[in-house]
């Protein structure tokens, strides 16, 4: 099965209020990276965190990791229509013998 | 637009054909991924290079699937007698071993269909 898993897969809310996804993961890590995806296209890298990092920021997105419960999260904050897309956790764990894995996504719709 | 290109971007296929599929990577990156994502899944691991050698390949890739990387540069993936299971999108992504920032740039992704 995939190393990473996100929840919930599938998340529908009003422009303007948050959206939190959570990916949870098996193995050790050496960092996780959030990715988003509009349909039909590639992906698009968001943010990264390491495993000795507990919370990054990067505009509206917020990014924590808790090594402890092998789980991430991320939140967009004041959401925008643009913001519809399918967003992936992916982990590296080049270290520990598997390279990047990604879950199988969240499905955000930001309705207008 | 990543840097990352892909070609073609649609493949239309009967089974049995075999396609190939290109990938020019960002040019200072070293390492060149490919991925398969079926509909509603992520991107799922096929191989990689790094310069022109083929470190890892998955166990999805089976032999009927083939990727070079000649001098390091672009690469391609070949698929032999094609199947209605192989299709999905293929990904590139390259990615410059070693840089701080550990980022993976995709391409467009070739969208292939397998009649």
């Known amino acids: 099965s995939q190393q990473g898993e996100e929840d919930p897969q599938a998340l529908s809310i009003q422009e303007g209020e948050n959206a939190t996804m959570n990916c949870s993961y098996k193995t050790s890590i050496n960092n996780l990276q959030w990715y988003r995806q509009n349909s039909g296209r590639g992906l698009v890298h968001l943010i990264l965190i390491r495993s000795n990092e507990r919370e990054k920021h990067s505009g509206r997105l917020r990014v924590t990791l808790d090594t402890s419960k092998k789980s991430s999260s991320l939140l967009i904050t004041a959401s925008r229509a643009a913001d519809t897309a399918s967003y992936f956790c992916a982990t590296d764990a080049r270290n520990y013998g598997q390279n990047f894995v990604f879950g199988p996504g969240t499905r955000l719709s930001v309705l207008p | 637009d990543t840097g990352v290109s892909q070609d073609p971007r649609h493949k239309i296929t009967k089974r049995g054909q075999n396609v190939t599929f290109r990938c020019d990577p960002i040019s200072e990156h070293n390492r060149l991924y490919w991925y398969r994502q079926t509909l509603g899944q992520g991107p799922e691991f096929l191989t990689y290079f790094q310069n022109e050698a083929q470190l890892e390949k998955s166990r999805l890739l089976s032999d009927r699937f083939s990727a070079e990387r000649p001098k390091g540069s672009f690469s391609t993936l070949e698929i032999q007698r094609t199947e209605q299971g192989d299709s999905a999108m293929y990904l590139c992504?390259?990615?410059?071993?070693?840089?701080?920032?550990?980022?993976?740039?995709f391409g467009p992704g070739t969208r292939l269909t397998v009649l």
């Open positions: 992504a390259s990615h410059a071993s070693g840089s701080y920032t550990d980022t993976q740039y």
